[in-house]
Every structure is written in structure tokens, then in C-alpha cells.
């Protein structure tokens, strides 16, 4: 089986490049969440480094996270290390970049909004289904109202729909579209990186972060007691797990 990410540098050691390497679904599990959080902490004292350009293999960023993983028996381990991925995202020390093509979904997106801006290709599809299950998206909860405001991230986040690229766009879900968003994010850090001190872009992410950071983890820490406390508690949240895993439909008890 192929490494779940793919590990590069490019512009003489000043971005750092991590592909997703399990096509076509780019599952975000547990082997993908250690290898990214992995990857992430070994190169962020690296002196040169002014960005990390986060991608995937294949014709679609991820279908999102693991359904298995979400089950009673594994949800507290699966759900702390990815929050513990989104931390380490919304903190990191440069500019986190995602190219997004084709379907980015449930904790696919999450990761991908935990970074600090997302190109998208004209293909991408964007969405939170978690509804559909019958549990909600965490991370998104808290990082989806930042990004496209608060009525526009409920509509998502109760519907469970995705948004084509263009309605990501002008609601403020991603930043900007291009047909190869990988070579669009490596043009903007050539243009406007690149020219710069990394050690004053350091301090300016800090700058203008700082904030931000502070009330994302406090967010994160409410909504992740919520989902393993309540949620979890409930036959609905188990029955949908188990619906999709068995694909048929689910049978709600509202309880």
C-alpha cells in the first residue's frame, strides 16, 4: 500500500509540499491524520521554510474521514487526533495553504479549512454530510462560521449539502478558484512569499493569528466534549453510523 502522504519541498526549501497518496478517496483516518500531524511538526522550525502547500493525488481531495473510526469503540481517539491536527494547523508558523479539486467532504474539508487559505478548482465540491448520518462535523462547527458567516455555515451544517466552486467562492469557503489550484498556490507564494523574510513572516502569522487561535481551541475543546458526551449518547447517532456501514437507510428514534 502506498505511504498515505507524499512528502516534498520546492522553491529551495521554502514551501513545503504534503499530498494526500491514497486515491481515489483520500480517506482522512487515522494513518493519514499521524502522517499529516507528523510531517507538519518535523518541518516547522525549518529556517527557510514560508509556507506549506497541502494536496492530493487523484481526482479528489477526500471524501472525508473515516465512518468505521467514528464508531462508539474508537470516536474519542479518531476525534482528538484529528482536533489535534486542526490545532496544529491553525497555529502553525507560516501560512498553511490547501489546493482542493473534485470532492473535499466531511473531515476533508475540516482539514482543509484549518488551513489558512484554500484554492479550489472549478470541479470542486464542497461539503459537511455528517447530518446525513445522523452526528455533526466538530471542527467545522467552529470553523466554518469564520470562514462564510454564521447563516451560511448553518445552512451547510444542517443540510449536509455541498456547494459547487463557485458558491464556495462567493460565500467566502474558499478563496480562489483556478484550474490547477496547486500551481495557483505556488504562484501566489512565489509572488508574494517569496520575496519575503521568513523570520518577519513568522512573527506577523503570530500577529494576525494570535486571536483567532485562542477562540478556535476554546471552540474546539466545547464542541468535542459535546459530540463524545451527548452525541454519542444517543440511538441516533449509533443507528446512522451503522445505517451507512450497512447501506440502508437509517431508522430515526429521535432520542
Known amino acids: 500500500m502506498n505511504q498515505p502522504l507524499a512528502i516534498s519541498h520546492d522553491l529551495d526549501g521554502a514551501l513545503l509540499r504534503l499530498r494526500l497518496n491514497r486515491p481515489k478517496a483520500n480517506i482522512v483516518d487515522a494513518t493519514m491524520i499521524e ?21 492530493a493525488e487523484g481526482p479528489h481531495f477526500s471524501f472525508g474521514a473515516s465512518v468505521e473510526e467514528h464508531l462508539p469503540e474508537s470516536c474519542a481517539a479518531m476525534l482528538q487526533s484529528l482536533h489535534a491536527l486542526v490545532r496544529r494547523m491553525l497555529d502553525y508558523p507560516v501560512p498553511v495553504l490547501v489546493a482542493v479539486r473534485g470532492q473535499c467532504l466531511g473531515g476533508g474539508l475540516e482539514v482543509a479549512m484549518a488551513g489558512h487559505m484554500i484554492f479550489a478548482a472549478p470541479d470542486a465540491r464542497l461539503g459537511q454530510p455528517e447530518m446525513m448520518l445522523g452526528v455533526f462535523a466538530p471542527a467545522a462547527s467552529c470553523l466554518m462560521p469564520e470562514r462564510m458567516g454564521q447563516a451560511r455555515a448553518e445552512d451547510l451544517l444542517y443540510s449536509g449539502r455541498s456547494v459547487t466552486a463557485d458558491e464556495a467562492l462567493a460565500s467566502g469557503l474558499v478563496d480562489m478558484l483556478a484550474g490547477d489550484p496547486s500551481a495557483a498556490a505556488l504562484t501566489w507564494v512565489k509572488t508574494h512569499l517569496a520575496p519575503k523574510s521568513a523570520s518577519s513572516l513568522r512573527l506577523a502569522v503570530r500577529a494576525a493569528r494570535g486571536a ?14 459535546l459530540y463524545l458526551n451527548d452525541l454519542m449518547a444517543t440511538g441516533d447517532a449509533v443507528e446512522g453510523l451503522n445505517a451507512f456501514l450497512e447501506k440502508r437507510p437509517a431508522k430515526w428514534g429521535n432520542r
Open 35 to 55: 502522517a499529516l500531524d507528523g510531517a507538519l511538526a518535523r518541518h516547522a522550525d525549518e529556517r527557510d521554510l514560508l509556507a506549506v502547500l497541502i494536496e
Open 212 to 225: 483567532f487561535v485562542r477562540r478556535m481551541t476554546a471552540r474546539l475543546d466545547e464542541v468535542e466534549a
